[in-house]
Nanobody
């Protein structure tokens, strides 16, 4: 099992940037595929981005492609989500997810979640 703690959320104006971090503890980050999901008020949680355990494969939701970048630093046991050109529709609670199987390859979450961090984009 892995523990996940997100940080970096906040309030930003449209067009601005934020970088979210997900610090992991427990098993080594290199053992997990990692993803970011988000949930807006009244909506279901949705896939945002994924990076494979090796770092060699990444994928993004169409709504964030070209604006968001997922990365990881195994030495720091941390996963990042760089969010640029933010839009009001990006407002949501963002969750880090760890997957020890292969569900994230199909944009489906693994078993381990962080507590979430709020991102609010004002127009």
């Amino acid at each position: 099992q892995v523990q996940l703690v997100e940080s970096g959320g906040g309030l930003v104006q449209a067009g601005g940037s934020l970088r979210l971090s997900c610090a992991t503890s427990g098993r080594t980050l290199a053992s997990y595929h990692m993803g970011w999901f988000r949930q807006a008020p009244g909506k279901e949680r949705e896939f945002v981005a994924f990076i494979s355990a090796s770092g060699g494969m990444r994928s993004y939701a169409d709504s964030v492609k070209g604006r968001f970048t997922i990365s990881k630093d195994n030495a720091k046991n941390t996963v990042y989500l760089q969010m640029n050109s933010l839009k009001p529709e990006d407002t949501a609670v963002y969750y880090c997810n760890a997957d020890s199987t292969s569900r994230l390859f199909r944009s489906r979450p693994g078993d381990d979640w962080g507590q979430g961090t709020q991102v609010t984009v004002s127009s």
